[in-house]
């Protein structure tokens, strides 16, 4: 092997492990966000959220569904 190749194949794995490191830390990204998305749609059922006035109003305050969603 020449010195050619061995740059190009150096190339290829660093451009993979750059890849690789981006993509798990994007996902445990996402997963934060999902996590968090989650802990904010559980959350206690008012009558408000049952009657039309009270789903107008929640809706208006920006309260009646997470903005992750």
Avoid: H
């Amino acid at each position: 092997m020449d010195k050619k190749d061995i740059y190009i194949w150096s190339g290829i794995v660093v451009i993979l492990v750059t890849l690789t490191a981006f993509l798990v830390v994007n996902s445990q990204a996402q997963m934060k966000q999902q996590l968090l998305c989650q802990s904010l749609r559980i959350r206690p059922l008012t009558d408000k959220f049952f009657t039309w006035s009270g789903i107008l109003e929640l809706n208006s305050k920006g309260q009646y569904q997470p903005k992750c969603l």
